[in-house]
């Protein structure tokens, strides 16, 4: 799949619907690809973080850096499996499983206080300080019954998130 | 009075503009309602921001100002084909060396005039005037002005929409312009240098911080002269696809001139004639002009603007940018043309986390 050519074969499509679990159409696929060249300047088969961070809408995004470490020299297929999380026919395991992704850096399985202090961090930037986030953290984990020194697994994020209906969708426009 | 503070010179992009929320795609909003107690789902639940990221991921406003749209191939077809192969040897046998043929004729006339009137006179703008009518020629410009050709009075500038680098070429046709442009290297630099040059032309280097204070001096005394061309500025900085505007600079606004306003719309229909710097360099990108049928466009003098009063710069360059889009029919977008080449300030980045922090603190207080 990672060939410079900018032709998409049924076969690819398919390979690729395939690898996303079908929670794509082919033409939203073949949008995705359209997508994937514009980003993908020299043709090399894979985006790096630069040509990523050319995007100035995700450039000012407070999360960029941490979803960067997720996309770098990303290939095709990849990449419409890391975006399949945000179509609306994605379950809300799949969303919140993204989410738990991109907290858990490290990814050992465990989503520690400090991997929460560290997304909040991103998130409000110079606007709070440290201790504010400790405190509120503190508070709103000591209040869901968790400890500062438990780690949260997916199935707490399942637990914790899975009440409310996520807002998570993104629509690929189609030609 | 201007509100902006002179700040010093930083190498980032000061991207002082009008709020670039009211531009961006009002997908989910990053404060839901406040709905009493801070919880921890409402902590962990990154979602609104995630969206933000991947919609950009996926398409956003600023590459589409600058992604080459290409029309429909019309020749897939039993008779069409043939004719089309037939265009294309007319094209590049016929067409092509015809101009070539006029353009180097024109510059010779040109060039054995040019130095000898050089030294005799400061512009001639007659001179230039026959040049330019054989560099449009040489590409078969199809041009309608549109509007009052407007009067040559002191303290006027005048500002375009910007899309290739012949745009000058087709405006100076009408008029005598002095042009601001950004330096080029080859043998482009090396007309700059010798030619536009002598018509008063202007030049700046946006990959140097200090270059805009020393082009904005260079700006006011150029204006204040009175014998000198009228200045043309793209305040766009770039070359935009002709569908959408970027958003203008407000050094053309700061001047305390009467601001013209000029658009120019390119008909696509035998050529496209945007061009993308990023895919072809100018020598590619005119030998497609040169190979085609016509380059042909519109062009319309709109009715010169001044700032009102209370109004800002950025405001009045917001206004002007508007009129230019309206009639061009371009759609504007928020962004700093500049963006293409650098990366944007973190002040909007600050923006959204300011807005994350006064929420969470917000809601902590609610009991």
Known sequence: MGTASSMLTQYDIEEVQEHCNNLFSQQEIVSLYQRFCQLDRNAKGFISSDEFLSVPEFAMNPLSQRLLKMVDGINFKDFVAFLSAFSAKATSYHKIELIFKVYDSDRNGKVSFKDILEVLKDLSGPFMSDEQREQVLSQVLKEAGYSKESSLTLDDFIKVLGQSELKMDVEIPVD | ?367
Request: hydrophobic share 40%; with cysteine.
């Open chain 2, 1 to 367: 009075m201007r509100k902006n503070n002179p700040k010093s010179q930083s190498t980032e992009l000061e991207l002082d503009q009008p709020n670039i929320e009211d531009y961006l795609p009002d997908g989910h909003p990053i404060h839901q309602e406040p709905r009493g107690k801070l919880r921890l789902c409402d902590l962990l639940d990154i979602s609104p921001t995630l969206s933000e990221a991947a919609g950009a991921i996926v398409d956003d406003s600023f590459l589409r100002c600058f992604k080459s749209i290409p029309s429909e191939p019309w020749n897939w077809n039993v008779y069409l084909f043939p004719l089309w192969c037939f265009g294309v040897v007319v094209r590049y046998f016929v067409l092509f060396p015809a101009r070539v043929l006029l353009l180097s004729f024109g510059w010779m006339i040109f060039l054995s005039a040019f130095i000898p009137v050089h030294l005799l006179l400061k512009r001639d703008n007659n001179l230039r005037k026959n040049i330019e009518v054989f560099f449009v020629a040489s590409w078969t410009g199809v041009v309608k002005y549109h509007g009052p050709r407007p009067s040559m009075r002191p303290k006027q500038v005048f500002v375009a929409n910007h899309t290739s680098m012949i745009d000058f070429i087709v405006l100076e046709q009408m008029t005598a312009f002095a042009v601001i442009m950004q330096k080029h290297p080859g043998w482009v630099g090396l007309l700059q240098n010798t030619i536009l040059e002598s018509v008063g032309c202007i030049w700046f280097n946006r990959t140097e911080a200090k270059d805009r204070e020393i082009v904005a001096r260079k700006l006011r005394e150029h204006v204040q002269g009175a014998d000198n061309n009228p200045l043309l500025i793209f305040p766009e900085g770039t070359c935009v696809n002709n569908h959408y505007s970027v958003m203008f600079k407000k050094g053309a606004f700061e001047l305390g001139c009467t601001v013209c306003p000029v658009a120019i719309k390119y008909n696509k229909i035998f050529v496209d004639a945007f061009w993308n710097s990023r895919k072809q360099s100018f020598t590619k990108h005119l030998l497609q002009l040169m190979t085609s049928w016509a380059v042909v466009c519109d062009v319309w003098y709109l009715e010169p603007q001044n700032q009102k009063p209370g109004e800002t710069s950025i405001e009045f360059a917001e206004r002007v940018r508007e009129i230019i889009s309206q009639r061009a029919g371009l759609k504007m977008v928020p962004w700093d043309g500049y963006l293409k080449y650098s990366r944007p300030s973190p002040k909007l980045k600050e923006g959204k986390q300011r807005d994350f922090a006064d929420l969470v603190l917000r809601r902590l207080e609610e009991k």
